[in-house]
């Protein structure tokens, strides 16, 4: 079965950091395009981050500079590092598949975690 | 940046049609892809790439895109239809995925 599962969520300070972990089966995470995305309670979908397969990353300019994507092909899991975090920060993530190129659809979703940013 | 625009709200009684409309700067160059989120889920695929669908989505719902409007249809709605509805492109001037803000059906 295709699928990803998210874990790493939870209540952090703000301006502290968390790190998401998405952990991928039935498919290799090097081999595809991999995006995180997020959603404010009761807001739509706003995309955060993309590692292509051949590991450039882009992000959204709301988190330029303070998260990060990276991937570790042996355990075949997807990250996200997230630091100075804020109080509009507070969503749910989303560990996303792209196909073979940026342009593709997100045709796999995970179940999604949710990270609250409060004091 | 490119910016998708969508209508908040759309609300219809069973067995009509509903047309969900993204409006976006020459569009219709871009392939566009829409997602339904019913409430307390994941988003899931409906049409890909403006017109296809994934396997498992019902015929009743079909996409096209021209101009500056893609259009996602729903034909012979159903309460199970009721969710909110976002389209989606790749930006390729900023290698950047853009979101419509959503349409959130009705089934009255």
């Known amino acids: 079965d295709v699928q990803l599962v998210e874990s790493g969520g939870g209540l952090v300070q703000p301006g502290g950091s968390l790190r998401l972990s998405c952990a991928a089966s039935?498919?290799?995470?090097?081999?595809?395009?991999m995006s995180w995305v997020r959603q404010a309670p009761g807001r739509g979908l706003e995309w955060v981050s993309v590692?292509?397969?051949?590991?450039?990353?882009y992000y959204a300019d709301s988190v330029k500079g303070r998260f990060t994507i990276s991937r570790d092909n042996s355990k075949n899991t997807l990250y996200l590092q997230m630091n100075s975090l804020r109080a509009e920060e507070t969503a749910v993530y989303y560990c996303?598949?792209?196909?073979?190129?940026?342009?593709?659809?997100?045709?796999?979703w995970g179940q999604g975690t949710m990270v609250t940013v409060s004091s | 940046s490119y910016v998708l625009t969508q209508a908040p709200s759309v609300s219809l009684a069973p067995g009509k049609t509903a047309t969900i409309t993204c409006g976006g700067n020459?569009?219709?160059?871009?392939?566009v892809h829409w997602y339904q989120q019913r409430p307390g889920q994941a988003p899931v695929l409906v049409i890909y790439?403006?017109?296809d669908r994934p396997s498992g989505i019902p015929e009743r719902f079909s996409g096209s895109n021209s101009g500056n409007t893609a259009t996602l249809t729903i034909s012979r709605v159903e309460a199970g239809d009721e969710a909110d509805y976002y389209c989606?492109?790749?930006?390729?001037?900023?290698?950047?995925?853009?979101f419509g803000g959503g349409t959130k059906l009705t089934v009255l």
């Open positions: 996303v598949r792209h196909g073979s190129v940026p342009r593709d659809a997100f045709d796999i």
């Open positions: 039935g498919f290799t995470v090097s081999s595809i395009y």
């Open positions: 590692i292509y397969s051949g590991g450039s990353t």
């Open positions: 020459n569009i219709g160059s871009k392939g």
């Open positions: 790439y403006d017109s």
């Open positions: 989606q492109v790749w930006d390729s001037s900023s290698d950047h995925v853009v």
